[in-house]
């Protein structure tokens, strides 16, 4: 358990220090995560809510931020190059979430030129059983998606990684709400970028 809770422990904090200078990433983070945690309550009660607002809302601000608004220069602060920290990213980087992100705008297409999906639905009657099969895909591509690295990484490092991997994606959102819950006070006063001291100091 103690290796399980460090290797946890250092996912986080990698993947803070690494992908999460911009304070407009951070912000996008923080409406990202209380999506997601909207999400959590209404896959119980409304899946297709949850698919609406998990993927809609929140996976494309959290995106958003990381392609659009975290730096791709040389990170002074850690020392290291855009293309190192992609080649070390344990979860999905830029050009895995281009494939994932790919595979979910490109699914509604799909379901629109053949409504049963070859054959895992029944025929569509309506716009709102089309909204609601294309709301299944995409809770099982998240799913999918979630399962397919877990495994992936179980396979190429350790199993300790993908379990730790798997339980920080999960509870991500509760993370970074309280990580990044003050980011929209400091775009407020005009820091765009955050000093990392945090990092500055264990480094």
Same mark, same amino acid.
């Given at each position: 358990? $103690? =290796?399980? !809770?460090?290797?946890?422990?250092?996912?986080?904090?990698? #993947?803070?220090?690494?992908?999460? $200078?911009?304070?407009?990433?951070?912000?996008?983070?923080?409406? +990202?995560?209380?999506?997601?945690?909207? =999400?959590?309550?209404? %896959?119980?009660?409304?899946?297709?809510?949850? =698919?609406? %607002?998990?993927?809609?809302?929140?996976?494309?601000?959290?995106?958003?931020?990381?392609?659009?608004?975290?730096?791709?220069?040389?990170?002074?602060?850690?020392?290291?190059?855009?293309?190192?920290?992609?080649? %070390?990213? @344990?979860?999905?980087?830029? *050009? *895995?979430?281009? @494939?994932?992100?790919?595979?979910?705008?490109?699914?509604?297409?799909?379901?629109?030129?053949?409504?049963?999906?070859?054959?895992?639905?029944?025929?569509?009657?309506?716009? /709102?059983?089309?909204?609601?099969?294309? &709301?299944?895909?995409?809770? /099982?591509?998240?799913?999918? /998606?979630? !399962?397919?690295?877990?495994?992936?990484? &179980?396979?190429?490092? +350790?199993?300790?990684?993908?379990? /730790?991997?798997?339980?920080? %994606?999960?509870?991500?959102?509760? $993370? #970074? @709400?309280?990580?990044? &819950?003050?980011?929209?006070?400091?775009?407020?006063?005009?820091?765009?970028?955050?000093?990392? #001291?945090?990092? @500055? $100091?264990? =480094?």
């Amino acid at each position: 358990m $103690h =290796a399980f !809770l460090a290797e946890l422990k250092k996912q986080r904090w990698d #993947d803070h220090r690494y992908y999460h $200078h911009s304070r407009i990433n951070q912000t996008l983070h923080l409406v +990202s995560a209380l999506s997601f945690l909207t =999400a959590y309550v209404f %896959i119980f009660t409304n899946p297709v809510a949850a =698919a609406l %607002i998990g993927w809609l809302v929140a996976m494309v601000t959290r995106q958003l931020g990381h392609f659009v608004f975290e730096s791709k220069d040389y990170d002074e602060v850690n020392q290291a190059t855009h293309a190192h920290k992609e080649d %070390i990213k @344990v979860g999905y980087n830029l *050009r *895995r979430k281009v @494939v994932l992100l790919s595979i979910w705008g490109a699914s509604p297409l799909v379901l629109w030129l053949d409504p049963t999906l070859f054959g895992i639905f029944g025929a569509t009657h309506g716009h /709102a059983e089309f909204l609601r099969h294309v &709301c299944q895909v995409w809770l /099982a591509l998240g799913v999918g /998606a979630l !399962l397919f690295r877990t495994v992936q990484l &179980c396979l190429q490092q +350790s199993v300790l990684t993908g379990a /730790a991997w798997f339980t920080k %994606i999960l509870t991500d959102p509760f $993370h #970074d @709400v309280k990580l990044y &819950c003050r980011a929209p006070l400091y775009l407020l006063r005009g820091e765009l970028v955050d000093p990392m #001291d945090d990092v @500055v $100091h264990q =480094a």
